[in-house]
C-alpha cells in the first residue's frame, strides 16, 4: 500500500482520509484534506489537517424548491406530503432501491442538492410508466416530477453526469418504449410491469398463480379490467407516430439527445 | 296546541333528536329508510365503541330503547321522504312507509340521514372482494360483533393482520380530500380488539398520519404499549397473492427509505366515510345545499352548524360531515333545540 502511494505523487494526498478509522462511514464530500497547509506558522501539510466536515444540515434552501415549482412538470412540489405511494407503486423502485420518487421530491422540496448528488447514477431511471401518479393521492404527478429531477441533475450535475456514470439507455428499456410508443400510441403499462418482473427473475408470478387469474376474471366481470382497456389510442394518432417515425429515422437513437 | 316536527334518520343523531323533542311535548315523526333504528352502529352491529370500549347497546340500544317507548314519537319504518314542499314557514311532506303513504305538515325538519362507509372496491389498487382475507373496518366491526375473529378465507387465527389507514379519504384520486376523523380511531380500537382475541397474532398499522385526536390518543397508546402492536409509516400501493394462502401488500416504508412486498394473512382497509346518496337526495329533496365534500352543507361551520341554508331545516350528526357517535348525538340535541325554537315561533 504504501508503496503505491509514494509513487503515486500527483495525488493531493495519499488517499483521502485513508486514516480515518471507519472510513467506509464518512462520505468523500465530507472529507477535507489539503497538500500544503501551515497554520500559525505550523506545518500541518498533509494527513495532519484531515477534517471532517459536520453532517448536519445547516439549510433549507427553498431558492430551489422555487426553481423547481416554475418548470411545467415541477410546478405541483408544494402538493407533496411525503406519504410514499409513488414509491410504493413504482415500477423501478424494486430494481433499484436507491431509485425513490418519494425521498427525490423530499430532496427537492428542502433543496437538499448534497443528497440528491448521490443518486445521480440513479435518479434518471424512472420508465415513465405513470403509476405513481395514477395513485398519488395529492395528484403530484410524480412521474413529471422524476422529470423535473433529470433536468435539475443536468443542470446542477453535469460532471457527475458525464464522468462517473456512463449514463445510457439500456437496450431493452429502449426496445420496449419503441415498441409500445409506436405500435399503441401509449405506454404499455402490463408490458413494463411483466419485463420488469422477468428482469427481476419473478416468472413465476406472472399469471402462474390461480388466484391472480381467478383476480383477473373478477376484474372483468365487475368492468374495472374494460375501464383500462377502453383508454385507445389518442386522437389522430398516425400523425404523431409519423412524426416520432420521422425523428427516429433522422436522429437514429433516442440516445441522441442524452450525449 | 303541540309542535309537529320531522326528524329524517334515525341512526344516534336522529334518535336524539326526537327523544329530546318528545321529553318536551313535541309530536315527532321520525322517519327511518331501513327496517331498524339505530343507523350504521346497529347495521354493522358494532360492539364495543371506542374511546372507552363500552358495549355499543349501552349507548345504541338505550337510545332506541327510550325512541321506542315514547308514545310522542311517531316512527316510521322502510319509509322514506316522497315529497316535500315549503309551505308558508311551515314545511309539508308525504311520508311513504310499509303502511302507505301519509301527508303531513311540519313547524321545522331535522335532518339526519348519516353517512355511508367508502366502498373500497372502488379503488382498484388495495384488491377489495377480489381476495377473501382482504376486509374493511366496518366488516370487521360486524365480524367481530358476531363473535369471530378469524380469517374468512380458512376460518383459522391469522398469524399476522395489516391494518391499512386512510383508504378513500384524503386521496384526490378517489375524490375525497377530507379526513374521515374516525377511522384511525377505529382501528386502534380495532386492532386492540384483534390483540385481546389471538395475543400470537402480530398486528402492523400502515399509517400516513394517526388521528386519535383528543382523548382518543389513549387507545392508540394502548395499543402499542400494552398490545405491541406495531406501526409503520407508508402507504400500501398494491395488494397481490402470496405464498400459502396470503395477500401480499407493496408498499414504501418510507423511514427506513425503502420498498417492501410482505405477506399477511388477513389485510384490514380504514375505509373513510362518505355523504353517500342521501345527502344529494336530500338536498334536492328539501331544496337545501350539498357542500363540496358530497356532505350537507352547514349554514355557518363554526356559529351555526346544525343550520341549513333553508330556515327551519336543521341537520344533526354524520349528513355534514365524518365524526364520532358522542359529537353525533351532541348535534342531534342541539338540532332540537333549534328546530323547537323555530316552530314555536312560527305555530
Ligand atoms: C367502522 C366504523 C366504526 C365506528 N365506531 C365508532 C365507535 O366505536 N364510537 C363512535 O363514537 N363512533 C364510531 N363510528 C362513527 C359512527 O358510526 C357515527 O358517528 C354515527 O353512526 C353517526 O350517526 P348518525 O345518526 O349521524 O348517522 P348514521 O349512523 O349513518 O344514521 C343515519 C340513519 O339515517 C337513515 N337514512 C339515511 N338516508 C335516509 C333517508 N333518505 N330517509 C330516511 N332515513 C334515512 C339511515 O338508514 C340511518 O339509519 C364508527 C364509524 C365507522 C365507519
Ligand atoms: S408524490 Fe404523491 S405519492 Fe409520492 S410521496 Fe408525494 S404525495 Fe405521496
Ligand atoms: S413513472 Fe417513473 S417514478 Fe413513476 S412509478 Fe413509473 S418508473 Fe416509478
Ligand atoms: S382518521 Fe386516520 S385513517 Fe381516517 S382519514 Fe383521518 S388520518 Fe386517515
Not at chain 2, 364520532?324 to 314555536?344: C, H, L, P, R, S
Amino acid at each position: 500500500m504504501a508503496n503505491e502511494h509514494n509513487k503515486n505523487s500527483e495525488r493531493p494526498v495519499a488517499e483521502k482520509g485513508e486514516h480515518i478509522i471507519a472510513r467506509h462511514l464518512i462520505d468523500d464530500d465530507a472529507i477535507k484534506e489539503e497538500k500544503n497547509l501551515v497554520i500559525d506558522g505550523v506545518d500541518v501539510s498533509g494527513r495532519w489537517n484531515t477534517f471532517i466536515e459536520t453532517r448536519v444540515d445547516s439549510e433549507f434552501d427553498r431558492s430551489f424548491f422555487g426553481e423547481i415549482q416554475k418548470t411545467v412538470v415541477g410546478s405541483r412540489i408544494n402538493r407533496c406530503w411525503q406519504c410514499g405511494m409513488c414509491t410504493a407503486s413504482c415500477t423501478v423502485t424494486p430494481l433499484y432501491r436507491r431509485f425513490n420518487p418519494r425521498a427525490f421530491i423530499y430532496m427537492m422540496q428542502l433543496g437538499n442538492l448534497k443528497q440528491l448528488k448521490k443518486y445521480v447514477d440513479v435518479a434518471w431511471r424512472c420508465v415513465g410508466c405513470y403509476k405513481c401518479s395514477q395513485r398519488c393521492p395529492k395528484q403530484v404527478n410524480p412521474a413529471e416530477m422524476m422529470e423535473a429531477l433529470a433536468l435539475l441533475i443536468k443542470k446542477y450535475f453535469p460532471e457527475e453526469i458525464k464522468s462517473k456514470h456512463q449514463l445510457t439507455i439500456d437496450e431493452e428499456v429502449k426496445a420496449i418504449y419503441e415498441g409500445m410508443i409506436l405500435g399503441h400510441g401509449r405506454l404499455d403499462l402490463a408490458n413494463l410491469h411483466t419485463s420488469a418482473m422477468r428482469k427481476m427473475g419473478k416468472t413465476t408470478e406472472l399469471m402462474s398463480d390461480k388466484d391472480e387469474r381467478g383476480a383477473i376474471f373478477k376484474m372483468m366481470k365487475d368492468g374495472r379490467a374494460l375501464s383500462v382497456l377502453r383508454l385507445g389510442k389518442p386522437h389522430k394518432w398516425h400523425k404523431s407516430k409519423d412524426a416520432i417515425d420521422n425523428y427516429l429515422r433522422h436522429a437514429g437513437t433516442l440516445e441522441q439527445e442524452n450525449n | 296546541m303541540a309542535e309537529n316536527i320531522l326528524v329524517i334518520g334515525g341512526g344516534p343523531a336522529g334518535l336524539h333528536a326526537a327523544i329530546e323533542l318528545a321529553e318536551l311535548g313535541v309530536n315527532v315523526s321520525l322517519v327511518e329508510r331501513d327496517t331498524f333504528f339505530g343507523g350504521n352502529p346497529k347495521k354493522f352491529k358494532y360492539k364495543y365503541l371506542f374511546p372507552d370500549l363500552q358495549p355499543a347497546d349501552n349507548v345504541i340500544g338505550e337510545l332506541i330503547k327510550r325512541a321506542e317507548s315514547n308514545n310522542n314519537i311517531k316512527k316510521y319504518l322502510s319509509a322514506n321522504i316522497e315529497s316535500f314542499k315549503e309551505d308558508g314557514k311551515k314545511f309539508s311532506a308525504v311520508i311513504k312507509s310499509s303502511t302507505g303513504s301519509e301527508t303531513k305538515t311540519f313547524d321545522s325538519v331535522i335532518v339526519a340521514t348519516g353517512f355511508e362507509h367508502f366502498d373500497p372496491a372502488t379503488d382498484s389498487k388495495y384488491s377489495y372482494q377480489l381476495f377473501d382475507d382482504v376486509i374493511d373496518i366496518k366488516d370487521l366491526e360486524r365480524m367481530m360483533g358476531e363473535g369471530n375473529f378469524t380469517r374468512p378465507s380458512n376460518g383459522k387465527a391469522p398469524k399476522n393482520v395489516a391494518i391499512i389507514l386512510c383508504v378513500g379519504s384524503r386521496d384526490r384520486h378517489v375524490g375525497n380530500q377530507y379526513c374521515s376523523r374516525v377511522c384511525c380511531t377505529v382501528s386502534v380500537k380495532q386492532a386492540i380488539e384483534l390483540k385481546e382475541h389471538f395475543p400470537e397474532t402480530e398486528v402492523y398499522i400502515f399509517y400516513m398520519d394517526i388521528r386519535t385526536y383528543g382523548f382518543y390518543e389513549d387507545l392508540y397508546w394502548k395499543a402499542m404499549e400494552e398490545h405491541d402492536v406495531q406501526i409503520v409509516k407508508g402507504r400500501v400501493a398494491e395488494i397481490t397473492s402470496g405464498p400459502d394462502n396470503t395477500v401480499i401488500c407493496k408498499g414504501e416504508d418510507t423511514l427506513l427509505r425503502g420498498p417492501f412486498e410482505i405477506p399477511f394473512d388477513m389485510v384490514v382497509l380504514a375505509s373513510g366515510m362518505e355523504g353517500g346518496p342521501q345527502s344529494p337526495e336530500m338536498a334536492n329533496k328539501l331544496g337545501i345545499e350539498l357542500d363540496e365534500h358530497g356532505f350537507l352543507k352547514q349554514e355557518n361551520v363554526t356559529l351555526s352548524p346544525f343550520k341549513s341554508n333553508k330556515d327551519g331545516i336543521f341537520l344533526a350528526g354524520a349528513c355534514t360531515g365524518p365524526k364520532a357517535i358522542a359529537d353525533a348525538i351532541v348535534e342531534g340535541g342541539a338540532a332540537a333545540m333549534n328546530a323547537y325554537i323555530y316552530a314555536k315561533k312560527n305555530s
